[in-house]
């Protein structure tokens, strides 16, 4: 059990809740969101305690962060949709963080089980769909029907177009997931060789620096994953809000 | 203490692998299908359907809160520091360029004050060369008056000392020639004669 790659991914009830034969349970997944959102906005919060003019190492790494996806969302989005800042600030970090969390050994990775992605999807494209409805009425739906496309293959292409939107927050959440998953997985069979090859005396021991060097390389590779696919995650975001704000393409 | 606790469930599932594991007999007994992905206990964890009432849930609450505390406290906590600094700069910037503009007007003010000056040592030098000029001229002009007045003076002078020495050449002569009468011709000659004579030869 202890070399079982999979285990880490197992979820523990830490405070049974059952209502209406819903397992709603406080588990160790539950645990981890909170202390991603915990330490997520702690560290915002300690980093910008001092209010620095000229900012410290921590208040930089805060402001990095916030211009970092200020920009993003500006370039991919226009200033129209700054208003959305909040919310891919909160996804980015809240991703980012339960990334990075992932990499503590013992530690459970909320970004690595599909419905906590697809949720964050969902939410993305909820928000995608209502805005852009409320805001622009039923002339919101022109996203589908791109301007300048001959009338013949029109609707094909529409079809691709609510096709490929439709696609959307599988991919948005199936990229994280299985990126972590998959990261995590690797990460720890490479791991069980280490352990199961110094078992076996000298040569075994000598052997297994092999995964072991492996092991590091993997570590540092996660580590820029878990960054990265937070990125991508806020980036996406970006793209598709842009579509709420300007449907007109 | 969540890893002790799971530590605890890891020591207790192996050996029933075909068993329900601990946390999930609960379930089991609620008739849930554990082993709807077949396989693994509990099927594959990160696929298993079991939990995800309870993470939509959890992740719903935890999500909102995080999203309102960063929508109300921290983004605006974060904005106002960049927005201040940013002020800052452009007024530093400002007050920079304004201190140059005020360096720049002095400058220009020093290079006027600086001509000027300069124009007006050349036009107080010019005055005094024609100041000291004039002075020599009239310095001149009288000590040339001055000579010229001394150079009369002094022809008329020898005018009236020709004059003189004229009349007196006619007394010499007629003193020699009355004393060479008398001495070397032994002639008795009245002075009134002489005179005469001496006036017949000179004219």
């Known amino acids: ?249 | 203490m969540f890893v002790t606790q799971a530590f605890a469930q890891e020591a207790d599932a192996p050996p029933t692998s075909h068993a329900l594991p601990p946390s999930d007999t609960e379930a089991a007994q609620h008739g849930e299908t554990v082993q709807a992905e077949g396989g693994h206990e509990g099927g594959f964890p990160p696929m298993n359907p079991q939990y995800f009432a309870s993470q939509v849930l959890w992740l719903a609450i935890i999500f909102t809160l995080f999203y309102l505390v960063l929508k109300r406290v921290l983004v605006p906590r974060l904005a106002g520091i960049i927005e201040n600094r940013r002020d800052r700069i452009a007024h530093d910037l400002e007050a920079a360029e304004r201190m140059r503009l005020d360096a720049d007007e002095a400058q220009a003010a020093y290079e006027q004050e600086l001509a000027e000056a300069r124009q007006r040592s050349q036009a107080i030098g010019q005055e005094a060369r024609d100041a000291a000029r004039a002075d020599a001229e009239a310095e001149r002009k009288r000590v040339e008056g001055e000579l010229d007045a001394k150079l009369e003076t002094a022809q008329a002078r020898i005018a009236e000392i020709k004059q003189t020495a004229l009349a007196d050449v006619g007394t010499i002569a007629e003193d020699v020639a009355e004393s060479i009468l008398t001495d070397v011709a032994g002639l008795t000659v009245s002075r009134e004669d002489v005179a005469g004579s001496v006036r017949a030869a000179k004219s």
């Not at chain 1, 397992?23 to 915002?44: E, K």
């Not at chain 1, 990095?64 to 919310?87: C, I, K």
């Not at chain 1, 052997?207 to 990265?228: D, I, K, N, S, Y």
């Not at chain 1, 696919?229 to 300007?246: E, G, I, K, P, W």
Request: charged share 5%.
């Open chain 1, 1 to 249: 059990m202890a070399n079982d790659p999979i285990h880490q991914f197992q979820i523990h009830r830490l405070i049974p809740i059952e209502i209406g034969g819903l397992d709603l349970s406080f588990t160790n997944s539950s645990l981890f969101m909170a202390l991603t959102a915990a330490v997520g906005a702690g560290f915002l919060f300690s980093a910008t305690q001092g209010r620095g003019l000229v900012p410290g190492r921590l208040q930089s790494t805060a402001e990095l962060s916030y211009e970092f996806v200020a920009n993003m969302l500006r370039d991919s989005a226009g200033s129209q949709g700054m208003q959305f800042f909040p919310f891919v600030f909160s996804i980015f970090m809240f991703v980012l963080v339960g990334n990075l969390f992932g990499m503590f050994p013992y530690f459970f990775t909320i970004t690595s089980h599909i419905i906590v992605t697809f949720a964050l999807a969902m939410t993305v494209i909820g928000v995608v769909v209502g805005y852009g409805i409320y805001k622009h009425g039923l002339s919101w739906f022109q996203v589908f029907v791109p301007s300048g496309v001959p009338g013949v293959i029109l609707p094909f292409v529409v079809l691709i177009e609510v096709i490929s939107f439709l696609s959307r927050p599988v991919s948005l959440s199936v990229r994280l997931f299985a990126n972590m998953l998959a990261g995590h997985i690797t990460l720890k069979v490479f791991a069980g060789f280490v352990v199961s090859l110094s078992a076996l005396g000298a040569l075994g021991i000598g052997g297994a620096v092999l995964p072991l060097l492996m092991t590091v390389a993997l570590t540092a590779l996660e580590f820029l994953v878990a960054f990265l696919q937070a990125y991508v995650f806020a980036v996406l975001t970006c793209m598709y809000l842009n579509d709420a704000v300007h449907p007109h393409h």
